[in-house]
């Protein structure tokens, strides 16, 4: 997608505020940042506050400070998913009217117990089509419990940047997968889709845990007629022992004081661990000039393969 020169980068960050920033989500920051910046992009900043019933407290303000005091700062307002209901009704509607969906009355259990029904790539189940010729109609009238969108037969393939071709194939890997909730609530595949059309959102730079999603965005981004993004997904830090990073790991929080005083010295541990060379006479600069050396010196061909623990 890219090579029209004078096609402005808009990439973003799009935090969900159920917890604090750790250093993956760090990593995600300073990555979607520096690949904007390096181009004369603008770097926006949307809270994921979609699912309220994950939400924590002051956590949206939080991570806002938190990025401030990386000297991390976005360009115009920032966005929330909370304002985009209107929005994400109409993608929903256009999909409806061109026959794409259909809604399901499967539970998750019944998923689970379907034998047809493996797991996918991302650990979630396959939904293996029970409702696609309709709803079982029982002594009572069905419930929907979600709204689904067919997917293709056909491999859906695109480059992302560090990862190289990406090919994966919907029905092995989702099935039909929810776009709403029967209660009426988006599903995040959705909802981002939505979202970074709106922002023009051109570039998305997060991390590796999102790869087996981009598909199915893409998928909807076909179905809707909205252009598709460059991706570039990059390498997952690990927690303690080399584990899965989990919300309560490295926690990066204003609020919490848990970084007050060692953002450069993260910072430029982010750098290293994205690949780059930041020079030692950076060390005790402010965040500031380090984002700037980032700015001017970034090379995404430098991210590593492999993600780990990110080394202080
Ligand atoms: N809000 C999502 C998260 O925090 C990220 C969404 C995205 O980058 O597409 O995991």
């Keep these: 997608m890219s090579g029209s020169p004078e096609r402005q980068i808009v990439g973003r960050f799009a935090p969900s505020p159920t917890g604090a920033l750790h250093s993956g989500s760090l990593v995600a920051a300073v990555g979607s ?36 005091l990386f000297g991390l700062f976005w360009d115009g307002e920032v966005a929330r998913q909370s304002g985009h209901l209107e929005e994400y009704r109409h993608a929903f509607d256009a999909l409806l009217r061109m026959g794409a969906l259909y809604p ?41 419990r979600s709204w689904r969108v067919r997917v293709p037969e056909d491999d859906i393939c695109f480059s992302d940047l560090r990862r190289g071709r990406i090919c994966q194939n919907l ?25 970074d059309y709106l922002a023009d959102v051109n570039q998305v730079v997060r991390g590796d845990d999102l790869l087996a999603s981009t598909p199915r965005q893409i998928y909807l981004q076909q179905q809707l007629g909205f252009p598709q993004p460059d991706y570039c997904h990059l390498p997952l830090v690990a927690g303690p022992a080399g584990a899965k990073l989990s919300k ?9 004081g848990a970084v007050v005083g060692r953002e450069q010295e993260l910072l430029l541990a982010v750098l290293r661990f994205l690949g780059q060379s930041p020079p030692s006479e950076l060390i005790g600069c ?3 000039d380090i984002l700037e050396w980032g700015v001017s010196n970034f090379d995404p061909l430098h991210l590593p393969a492999q993600g780990g623990v990110l080394e202080m």
């Design 33 to 68: 940042y520096l690949m904007a910046k390096r181009d004369g992009g603008r770097w926006l900043l949307r809270l994921d506050d979609l699912d309220t019933s994950r939400q924590v407290p002051g956590m949206s303000d939080d991570i806002l400070r938190t990025l401030e």
């Design 286 to 288: 402010p965040c500031t």
């Design 171 to 195: 029905s092995a890997v989702s099935g039909d997968f929810a776009v709403r909730r029967g209660d009426g609530e988006f599903a995040y595949q959705l909802a981002v889709v939505v979202d």
């Design 104 to 144: 399901c009355g499967c539970s998750r259990k019944e998923i689970a117990r379907s034998a047809s029904a493996p797991h996918g790539e991302d650990d979630g189940l396959v939904y293996p089509g029970s409702c696609r010729g309709g709803m079982k109609r029982g002594k009572t009238e069905p419930v929907i």
């Design 248 to 256: 309560r790991d490295n926690l990066i929080s204003h609020q919490l």
